[in-house]
């Protein structure tokens, strides 16, 4: 069973780093089949997604973000991350990582539960 | 973007109602268009890709369809699990995005 789960600060400051790890089990990053991906929700907001991954290393990120967005693939821990720079209130949200099957068509077909992060002093 | 519209955002009923939500989108998005069902709290979870095909595992009582720009998803006979927030999604164009929501609740 394909599981994923995201970890990180609940809190962080405004003009800080965020650093999420999206811990994945039942599949492998290093799988070519799938990219891994990012997606986030501010309160009241539509689902916003952030970016993928995939296991070279290759990335593709959302331009709206694409300054401040950097994320990478750990293929020995079956781990990936996403680091959001300058953070601000507008990036409180929560935030999701998500399994993209690639094959046409593309979908994201597993999903963590999510975790809330609040930008605040 | 691509902006997709689901109607409507809202939505009370029974159990065993047939339900229909609508996705609308901007443009033309071919048949790149997936459905997700979502109780706060948990995961997400696929329910259908490509406007009609069933992820595995999901109860035959969900169905999606595609009419001109429109999408539908139906669910046949509502069951108590049921009640969450439906998103379409789009990966037609870049970057992908999703509708506002419809929630489903009990009547």
């Known amino acids: 069973q394909v599981q994923l789960r995201e970890s990180g600060p609940g809190l962080v400051k405004p003009s800080e780093t965020l650093s999420l790890t999206c811990t994945v089990s039942g599949s492998s990053v290093s799988s070519g089949s799938y990219y891994w991906t990012w997606i986030r929700q501010p309160p009241g907001k539509r689902l916003e997604w952030l970016g993928y991954v995939y296991y070279s290393g290759s990335t593709n990120y959302n331009p709206s973000l694409k300054s401040r967005v950097t994320m990478s693939v750990d293929t020995a821990k079956n781990q990936f991350s996403l680091k959001l720079r300058s953070l601000s209130a507008a990036d409180t949200a929560v935030y999701y990582c998500?399994?993209?099957?690639?094959?046409?068509?593309?979908?994201?077909?597993?999903w963590g539960q999510g975790m809330l992060v609040t930008v605040s002093s | 973007d691509i902006q997709l519209t689901q109607s409507p955002s809202f939505l009370s009923a029974s159990v065993g109602d047939r339900v229909t939500i609508t996705c609308r989108a901007s443009?033309?998005?071919?048949?790149?268009l997936a459905w997700y069902h979502h109780k706060p709290g948990k995961a997400p979870k696929l329910l259908i890709y490509a406007a009609s095909t069933l992820q595995s595992g999901v109860p035959s009582r969900f169905s999606g369809s595609e009419f001109g720009p429109e999408f539908t998803l139906t669910i046949s006979s509502l069951q108590p699990e049921d009640f969450a927030i439906y998103y379409c999604q789009q990966f037609s164009g870049y970057p992908p995005t999703f509708g506002q929501g419809t929630k489903v609740e009990i009547k």
């Open positions: 443009q033309g998005i071919d048949s790149y």
């Open positions: 998500a399994r993209v099957a690639w094959e046409l068509p593309p979908r994201f077909d597993y």
